[in-house]
């Protein structure tokens, strides 16, 4: 088969994992969004989950003081709010009221659910070790919301360059992962 050299550039849009995210942080009672793709399983239990979050976010001084967020999944219902939220600052906009998304108290932190998202994972920063460098937070899990209806979930999932994949079929195969 003949290929053709990728550019590194794109070599994320490959391995890139998604769901696509959108992470909540509070703070004085201003809640913010951010969407976010990079991120990864670590730990099965306690659940534990790292994310790349630059600091050039505004979420990222939120996240880094409080030490709490919310990592919300979206479906493509939502998917123009998605993007609105990755698209601008918590500094300047406040992102529930103009993309009209609800927040909802969390049980245990400060970050509030997005009542339109089907599954939201309330978490704590485990490990800040890598913040500096790559920006790379670890954060547990400390409790876990799903919305019981949604049966089939189409999660989007980000390829690069405003392209995503909506999640499709479901397959069930023997494996040894959980
Ligand atoms: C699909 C998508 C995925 C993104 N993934 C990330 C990511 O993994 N890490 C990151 O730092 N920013 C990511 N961003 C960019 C932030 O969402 C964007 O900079 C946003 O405006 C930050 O909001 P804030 O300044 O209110 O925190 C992504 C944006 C989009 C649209």
């Given at each position: 088969m003949a290929r053709r050299s990728l550019p590194l550039s794109k070599v994320y849009g490959l391995l890139e994992p998604g769901p696509v995210v959108m992470v909540t942080t509070a703070r004085g009672g201003r809640p913010n969004i951010m969407t976010l793709s990079w991120h990864t399983m670590i730990e099965f239990e306690p659940p534990l989950v790292g994310f790349v979050m630059s600091n050039?976010?505004?979420?990222f001084g939120l996240l880094k003081a409080t030490r709490e967020c919310v990592i919300n999944i979206p479906t493509v219902e939502i998917a123009e709010k998605v993007v609105g939220c990755g698209n601008s600052s918590g500094a300047t906009t406040d992102k529930f009221e103009t993309f009209c998304l609800t927040p909802k108290t969390a049980a245990r932190v400060g970050a509030p659910l997005i009542e339109e998202c089907y599954a939201n994972l309330e978490c704590r920063v485990a490990d800040t070790r890598m913040v500096e460098r790559y920006g790379l937070f670890v954060v547990e899990v400390i409790q876990a919301w799903i919305d019981?209806?949604?049966?089939?979930p189409r999660t989007i999932h980000h390829l690069g360059s405003g392209n995503f994949m909506v999640a499709g079929e479901r397959i069930k195969l023997r494996s040894k992962m959980k």
């Open positions: 050039r976010n505004h979420s019981p209806t949604e049966k089939n």
